[in-house]
């Protein structure tokens, strides 16, 4: 029986090589010369100093740029609150990887009201969707595509 696993991962790898290139390039920029600008990653947490928020800001658009150049999908960063204080800016940006049981159960409850011919059960961070047919696998991976369930979504483990 046909079946594929629906996640949301992040090559971690390839994060790191990003936040690398990211503070080479705040390293060279002449309008960083003197400042408190750098980036940080720990764990599954990225975090962003400057010197105010504007220089706090262009980290993070530099940061994006690099992320999109890797080929990680920019939404799977989840941007926290700015803190200022003492002539410097920080701010901490979440990484999301793994699909929570809410974010799950939405995923399924999509397929579910589709009426596709398919199955779709949680198993831990990932939803696994079996079916007879390979056009109804497929049918279902053009529906979540579609639709927004607020993390990136990828589709591996596909079996005939």
């Not at 059960?121 to 369930?149: E, F, M, N, P, S």
Request: charged share 30%; net charge negative.
């Amino acid at each position: 029986m046909p079946s594929f696993d629906v996640v949301s991962e992040v090559d971690m790898q390839e994060l790191r090589n990003a936040v690398d290139q990211t503070q080479r390039e705040i390293d060279t920029r002449y309008d960083f010369k003197g400042t408190a600008a750098a980036i940080e990653l720990n764990e599954m947490e990225l975090t962003l100093f400057g010197d105010a928020e504007f220089q706090v800001e262009q980290v993070m658009d530099i940061l994006v740029q690099k992320i999109a150049k890797r080929g990680i999908d920019v939404g799977c960063l989840e941007p926290g609150k700015l803190e200022e204080g003492g002539g410097k800016a920080r701010r901490t940006v979440k990484v999301l990887a793994g699909i929570d049981t809410d974010t799950a159960r939405k995923i399924v409850k999509l397929i579910k009201e589709a009426k596709l011919k398919v199955q779709a059960a949680i198993q831990g961070d990932k939803v696994r969707v079996t079916g007879k047919k390979r056009d109804d696998l497929q049918a279902v991976i053009a529906l979540l595509r579609q639709a927004d369930v607020g993390l990136p979504l990828q589709y591996n483990n596909f079996r005939d």
